[in-house]
Structures are given as structure tokens and as C-alpha cells.
């Protein structure tokens, strides 16, 4: 597949999908229609994060200049217009996400993982003095770098075999374990989790409410059952891994851009329905489903 024809299948299905999103119901009451149809745009932003374009001026001078015959109004269109057309339709690619998590793609919802990933919203330097989410981010711990930042954590289930089912934005300072019941919230099953996720009181707490969360034992003098069934725990939960690897290289999710949480909330939902179409696609085509490099030859 080249890109031409992930731009085309992209437009046809969520033009297709959108009725069915809207149940018959208009998004505008009154005034003049948009130059560019609520599709054209909703294809652009994922075919755009798709490519890594998370800037709206990168990603309106890349169509511009490429693809004006698939998109011929976009001339016509001021960029602040496309920026507030595209941040206003951030429900309609919520319910357009969730209709395809839940009415598209085969998954096992028995079977999640979930984990957080740091989004720092600044450089550590310029914290102090950051005026963007004033009140919203703070100061948290990347594990990985090893380091502090100041931002967010994205807290994120996947359901077998890599599906984004359920994201929360917290302030960076908020453990996972207090998070970790509102990402859960009305699923049932089996949760793999990372070390931080072995908290007996939370355990017994999902396990009330019909889910068993397994994580690897973080402790030397672990039980023989624990120790062992660890390593396989973590090899099976590197899944998850794959996806925020993806989200942030590919759609750059580390670089914030957004001003707001309106606007910040937008930019994460367009990366989880670009995601879960990619899957959805693959799972079309018989391919692994978190094979994503395949749609621009």
C-alpha cells in the first residue's frame, strides 16, 4: 500500500463510519457549512499523525503542497480555521474511536495490559516559569530516563492483541496505582501490569470487582509462584512497550505543542483512533496487527 491509497481507504471508511457516529444528528445548528467536510479533515489528521506531522502548520503545508487534488478546498482555508475545526470535532473522534475499538476490531477484552508513559509538556529548565497547563501538570519521575520532568502521565490498557481500549491523562505526580482503578473501570478479566502495579491492596481491591491483576513480583524475597511466573509476566507485557514506542516515535507523543487540555485532548485522541484503525486495517489483511510501517511503501 503507498500512501495514496491509505489516504483513500482512511477518507472512505471514516466518511462511511460517520453516519453511524452522529445516529442521524447534524454538528451544526446554524451558519455557513465548513469548506472542507468534517471527513476530509478527520482523514487528514490521521493520515498526518500517521506521518509524524503533529504540528497543524506541518501537516496543513504537507497536503497543501502534495495533496491539493485529493483535498481541492484546502487552499481556500486559513490555518487557525483548520485548527478550530479540527479541535472541535474531539468527540466525534472519541465516539468514532470507541465504535471501532468496540464494533471493528477483534480483540479479547479479557485480556488487557496497562501501563503509563511520561508526556512532558516543557524542558525540566523552563518548568518554572511554563505558563502552558499551569495548574493541570507536575512534577513526576521518568524511570526509564531516570530523571525528573514536569508534566503528564498517559495511562493506557491495551486489550489483546494490541488494541488501545481505555486512556486517563493524569497530573504527572499521581502513582499508578491510584489511576489505575479509573483506566480499568468497567472491564472484567485478566490485567497484566509493570512492577508498580504489585500493591496487595489494590489487587484485592479489582479482584471485587471481577479482575485479576498480575504483575512481577518487585521483591528479592518473592514467593517461588511469584518468581517464577515474573519473567513471563514481563516478556508478555513488552507488548504494550511496542505500542508507546510507536506513539512516540512515530506521532511523536513526547512533544507537546498544545496550549490547553482542549487542545492536548484532541491531539491524544487523533493518536488512538490512528492507531486503532492501523489495527483494524491489518486485521483486514490477515497481517500482525501492530505492523504499521506497511502503509507507505
Same mark, same amino acid.
Given at each position: ?110 485480556? =488487557? ?11 525540566? $529548565? &523552563?518548568?518554572? @516559569?511554563?505558563? *502552558?497547563? !499551569? ?109 508507546? =514506542? ?11 505543542? $498544545? &496550549?490547553?487540555? @482542549?487542545?492536548? *485532548?484532541? !491531539? ?30
Amino acid at each position: 500500500m503507498n500512501l495514496d491509497d491509505f489516504i483513500i481507504t482512511c477518507f472512505y471508511w471514516i466518511d462511511e463510519m460517520m453516519p453511524s457516529i452522529l445516529e442521524g444528528r447534524r454538528l451544526r445548528r446554524r451558519g455557513p457549512q465548513p469548506k472542507l467536510t468534517d471527513s476530509e479533515v478527520l482523514t487528514m489528521e490521521v493520515v498526518g499523525t500517521y506521518l509524524g506531522l503533529n504540528q497543524e502548520k506541518r501537516l496543513l503545508n504537507f497536503f497543501r503542497q502534495h495533496y491539493r487534488h485529493f483535498f481541492p478546498a484546502l487552499h481556500q482555508l486559513h490555518r487557525s480555521t483548520f485548527v478550530r475545526q479540527a479541535a472541535n470535532l474531539w468527540a466525534v473522534k472519541e465516539r468514532m474511536w470507541c465504535w471501532v475499538r468496540d464494533e471493528l476490531v477483534r480483540h479479547d477484552p479479557l485480556v =488487557g495490559i496497562v501501563e503509563s508513559v511520561p508526556v512532558p509538556v516543557c524542558r525540566f $529548565a &523552563r518548568a518554572p @516559569w511554563c505558563v *502552558r497547563f !499551569r495548574g493541570s501538570a507536575s512534577y513526576g519521575k521518568d524511570h526509564a530516563d531516570r530523571q525528573t520532568f514536569y508534566g503528564f502521565r498517559l495511562h493506557l490498557r491495551l486489550g489483546w492483541p494490541g488494541v488501545i481500549t481505555h486512556g486517563f491523562l493524569a497530573p504527572a505526580n499521581e502513582p499508578d496505582g491510584e489511576i489505575a482503578p479509573l483506566v480499568l473501570q468497567g472491564t472484567q478479566g485478566i490485567v497484566l501490569g509493570d512492577r508498580g502495579s504489585w500493591l496487595p491492596d489494590l489487587q484485592a481491591e479489582l479482584r471485587e470487582q471481577g479482575l485479576l491483576l498480575q504483575a512481577p513480583y518487585r521483591r528479592a524475597h518473592a514467593p517461588l509462584a511469584a518468581a517464577f511466573h515474573s519473567p513471563v509476566l514481563g516478556r508478555v507485557r513488552y507488548l504494550i512497550d511496542t505500542v508507546f =514506542g510507536q506513539l512516540t516515535d512515530r506521532c511523536q507523543l513526547k512533544r507537546v505543542w $498544545a &496550549r490547553d487540555c @482542549w487542545h492536548l *485532548r484532541n !491531539r491524544l485522541l487523533r493518536l488512538f483512533l490512528m492507531h486503532t484503525l492501523c489495527v483494524w486495517f491489518n486485521q483486514q489483511d490477515d497481517l500482525p496487527r501492530l505492523l504499521l510501517d506497511r502503509f507507505v511503501a
